[in-house]
């Protein structure tokens, strides 16, 4: 999907809204939230539905050839359940089940943050169904974060299958997503896949916009000159350890170019998510005026 097509269909959608477009920036990523759910293998939807029995549709995902099926399951682990858990399909060679971190606490389990599909070793769960109950030893994950693209897409965000890169999203809460992993394949659409908690991290909602940023993307120190020159001491001078940062939004560029390691902010001053990652990456202190 190139960057032509996702303005349009922004477009169309915030024109069904009444509201005015929007300019989209640079290296644009549509954002879809995964609500936790369970991909079965084929003996194991008929040990919960019955002999025979097949998913059936009840609508169409994103990503072509997958859809959400009318039937949900029940999952349960050592501390407690959750109830109609939706399956996706179509069936795949190893039942999985993917829920966020909250989810796990509410179940009592630890499952691993795993890329899907890599479940070795994973943690255990129950899943029951109208016909009879699954237990699995390994398949229960937290699902990495992660942006399907078909190679067009790799090519035209200069990225490769397997890389590692960050989307900010911008918004009422301001939000960085490290470590989201690229997924090239020809089947797939351009989308970024995160689960509930890490939306609800950022106030992002179905059809959010992120920003893909490669590390390259960084502006890198100038080189620094050899020099023969004597090496004198130099006077000792009174050097400000603090800046008086005076602006209403702190932003990660800001904290690049004060010099002083300590940054302090008026009461009510916004600090982006970056900037602290930033202020944290440079060594620096970022504290409110008392």
Do not use: C
Not at 40 to 62: C, D, I, K, M, N
Not at 215 to 221: L, T, V, W
Not at 254 to 267: G, L, Q, R, T, Y
């Amino acid at each position: 999907m190139n960057q032509q097509l996702i303005e349009q269909i922004v477009g169309e959608i915030l024109g069904q809204l009444g509201k005015s477009p929007v300019q989209l920036p640079e290296r644009a990523v549509p954002i879809a939230v995964s609500a936790r759910h369970v991909h079965l293998q084929p003996e194991h939807v008929e040990v919960l539905f019955g002999a025979g029995y097949e998913l059936t549709q009840r609508s169409e995902l994103s990503q072509p050839g997958q859809f959400a099926a009318n039937e949900t399951v029940m999952i349960a682990g050592p501390k407690s359940s959750i109830e109609r858990v939706r399956i996706l399909g179509p069936v795949r060679k190893a039942t999985q089940v993917e829920v966020s971190f909250t989810d796990a606490m509410k179940l009592g389990v630890k499952p691993p943050l795993r890329e899907s599909g890599n479940i070795e070793g994973s943690a255990p769960i129950t899943l029951i169904g109208p016909k009879g109950s699954v237990h699995i030893d390994q398949g229960l994950i937290i699902a990495q974060a992660h942006i399907h693209m078909a190679p067009a897409d790799a090519t035209r965000f200069g990225v490769e299958d397997g890389e590692y890169v960050t989307v900010e999203a911008d918004g009422v809460r301001s939000i960085s997503f490290r470590n989201v992993r690229i997924r090239v394949n020809e089947r797939y659409r351009l989308e970024m896949h995160i689960d509930t908690d890490e939306a609800n991290a950022g106030f992002i909602s179905q059809g959010s916009i992120g920003r893909l940023v490669k590390s390259g993307d960084a502006k890198e120190a100038a080189p620094v000159q050899a020099t023969t020159e004597t090496v004198k001491t130099p006077t000792p001078v009174n050097v400000q350890e603090t800046f008086e940062f005076t602006k209403k939004l702190l932003s990660a560029e800001d904290v690049s170019e004060i010099s002083e390691k300590e940054i302090v902010i008026n009461k009510g001053t916004i600090v982006t998510a970056l900037a602290r990652d930033t202020a944290r990456e440079l060594g620096k202190k970022i504290s409110s005026r008392k």
